[in-house]
């Protein structure tokens, strides 16, 4: 884990994905076969992925989560089937890179919250990730990656 959190302007990213509320026991399964349909629909629309897979989660997950899994893309596509369009918001965004195990990520969430508190930044309700590291590529979970971006808001407006 890192604790290496910057806090820095994002660029909006026009994406693609399939977005559903789940279980945490199904989080596994709903990106595998979120990355799978987004990745054909973009195929059948002649396009590709332009950065790596992430993962964009729409308030505070418990048993249950609603997330959004797919790509960021180039351009605008067309919906089809469970994949729509969508996007990463531009704003001040708080990140970090998570080193290690999925397991572990609710610590460098914990960092990311204790270094908004303390330089008077507020973490909004959605926040995403973006996976640098392929699991099947790497099978070591130890040497994942992941890129953890929260958007923030700055109470003095800076």
Known sequence: MSDDVRVVRHEAELTAGVRRRVAMSELTDFFAAAYTETARALEEQGTAPIGPPFGKYYGVPDTTVDV????????????????????????LVAEVIHEGSYDTMHQTYAAVQRHCDAVGL???????????????VEPDPARWRTLIRWPVTDPLGG
């Not at 507020?122 to 640098?132: A, F, H, I, R, S």
């Open 122 to 136: 507020t973490p909004g309700p959605v926040c995403w990730e973006q996976y640098l590291s392929d699991p099947e």
């Open 68 to 91: 959004e899994a797919g790509f960021p893309v180039a351009g605008t596509v067309r919906p089809q089937g469970n994949v729509h369009p969508g996007e990463l918001p531009a704003g």
